[in-house]
């Protein structure tokens, strides 16, 4: 009871504090991408609630890591209702939901939503984002494409603004790739990438980005290539575009 009237005391003054009472068990994302570039995203969440959520508690959250705004986007939930949308920047979408029934407390609850945006990701590559915002115990992101993927990465993003250069950001993709330790799983014909994250921490945003035609991003033989800073802001421009 304390939790939620200080949650609706912040709110009042335009402060909002994370709801604590969900968490997730187990979670994927699933991201289809046809011919043509364009995207489908699918979110399926077995979520445990311990307390009744209020209008504004729970949000979906979508960014198109363009800037262009998400205004027009498909948002579709067959156990959710829509409260409101908030774009709190360019390219970032925020949907306030509530179940359409009332929930059961301390049982397994499964949140299903989905979304289109407009535009179309057609670069050699491209970058899917999840922001973890509840305790979570096993994340699994998948994308699928109609062309071929060579090589895929999963990192956390870089929090500083400073570190979310187009060099930066490839410099951590290359790092990760040379460090020992589970990769991504790549399906045999190379249109399919899964990574799984164990415990994700609240708060904190991955990035998996996957290439295709690696000659073409000048990533060939990336564990003991050396590039100067016009290869890599070239790569980060490819790179700069993400999906969540």
């Not at 499964?110 to 999840?130: I, K, L, M």
Request: proline content about 5%; aromatic content about 8%; some cysteine.
């Amino acid at each position: 009871m304390l939790r939620r009237w200080l949650r609706r005391a912040s709110a009042r003054v335009g402060i909002r504090l994370p709801f604590k009472g969900a968490i997730c068990v187990q979670g994927r994302q699933s991201v289809t991408l046809d011919v043509q570039g364009r995207a489908e995203i699918n979110f399926r969440r077995l979520l445990v609630f311990l307390e009744q959520p209020e209008a504004g508690d729970l949000r979906d959250v979508y960014t198109l890591g363009t800037g262009t705004s998400t205004s027009a986007l498909i948002y579709a939930s067959p156990d959710a209702v829509e409260i409101s949308r908030e774009e709190s920047s360019g390219g970032r979408q925020e949907i306030v939901w509530l179940p359409r029934e009332r929930v059961i407390l301390n049982t397994l609850y499964e949140h299903q939503n989905g979304w289109r945006p407009s535009g179309t990701f057609d670069d050699p590559a491209v970058c899917v984002e999840y922001d973890c915002n509840m305790p979570t115990g096993i994340f699994t992101i998948e994308l699928a494409s109609a062309t071929r993927f060579d090589v895929a990465v999963l990192f956390k993003r870089p929090r500083w603004p400073r570190r979310l250069t187009g060099r930066a950001i490839i410099t951590t993709a290359l790092q990760q790739l040379k460090m020992q330790g589970s990769m991504p799983e790549i399906s045999s014909d190379g249109g399919t990438v899964v990574a799984e994250l164990q415990a994700p921490q609240v708060g904190q945003r991955y990035f998996l980005r996957r290439v295709q035609e690696m000659r073409r991003c000048g990533l060939r033989g990336v564990a003991a290539a050396h590039f100067d800073d016009s290869a890599l802001a070239s790569i980060g421009r490819r790179l700069g575009r993400s999906i969540r």
